[in-house]
């Protein structure tokens, strides 16, 4: 992981599924060692896959990661879940305890934004905050599994901003965490037999090139495993879905002043084995 020194403006990953823009339609693509070949696959089934098949490689040649547009990684109808407080220092800076059980909100897509697009400040609050966090991206269908099992039904990983309209949020945590181009998903989705240990992960946050969270999926109170198996037990999680699974300590909002996003601010999303997000603010007209 970066050492933070230097603020990173574009975002990286050393594998994984990526969609992308190109002649003004959505494609997905294998990143591998900073280039990106369009494969011939939906989203949802190359979730399934560790690599992709030979049959489904496209003939145009590999094309580099910085050349192209990233769009956003997920899955026509997905469903993106987010963990309140799943981090017990988290939990304490906002002045409470972690709840026993999951507490689960939803984030809408329009909520989110790729890898390197611009996150937008509200024009009716300054309170913009930051969340790093690991996601995870179930692979197959997925009802009233175990915890043993749960695993197993994870298709990758990726980074995550659960960025948050904080004034807003004490009214409504809906209203608060689903700001148009608020928060932000990817670059890649990172297959889960890459990541050796999804329960052991650092996860760091940089603003301009400052470190403001630093932390370890070790610290979350309801693991990867908990989580995928308590919600498979509310819906049938489906190729896709998204669970981000809570943010460690250090968010602006907890912070004396208050340290909200600006616009032109650079934040970086940093999952250990999985990559690095990297979003651009500015100000919404």
């Known amino acids: 992981m970066s050492n933070g020194l230097e603020m990173t403006t574009e975002s990286s990953a050393e594998a994984g599924w ?12 294998w990143l591998e060692a900073g280039s990106v070949r369009p494969v011939a696959l939906e989203l949802a089934a190359a979730l399934a896959l560790a690599t992709p098949p030979d049959d489904a490689r496209a003939a145009r040649a590999a094309r580099p990661l910085e050349t192209l547009t990233l769009a956003l990684p997920l899955v026509p109808g997905a469903r993106v879940f987010c963990i309140q407080r799943n981090y017990q220092a988290h939990a304490q800076e906002l002045g409470g305890e972690a709840p026993a059980q999951p507490a689960i909100f939803l984030r809408a897509r329009q909520s989110l934004v790729a890898a390197n697009a611009t996150l937008l400040r509200p024009r009716v609050s300054e309170c913009h905050d930051y969340e790093g966090e690991l996601a995870v991206v179930i692979g197959r269908p997925a009802r009233h599994v175990t915890r043993e099992q749960a695993l197993h039904y994870v298709g990758a990983y990726s980074c995550f901003n659960d960025g948050s309209i904080r004034d807003w949020q004490r009214q409504s945590i809906t209203a608060g965490k689903n700001f148009e181009a608020s928060g932000a998903l990817g670059p890649a989705l990172v297959p889960a037999s890459r990541v050796s240990h999804p329960n052991a992960l650092e996860v760091r946050t940089h603003l301009n090139g400052r470190e403001v969270q630093s932390g370890s999926t070790r610290q979350m109170i309801h693991d990867v ?3 995928v198996a ?23 909002w907890a912070r004396q002043p208050p340290l909200w996003l600006q616009p032109g601010d650079v934040v970086s999303v940093e999952v250990e084995q999985v990559g690095r997000l990297v979003n651009r603010v500015t100000q919404e007209p």
């Open 18 to 29: 990526v969609c992308f823009m190109d002649a003004g339609a959505q494609r997905v693509g």
């Open 225 to 227: 495993a908990a989580l």
């Open 230 to 252: 308590y919600l498979s037990d509310m819906t049938c999680l489906q190729p896709g879905d998204v669970i981000a699974t809570g943010t460690p300590e250090g968010v602006g």
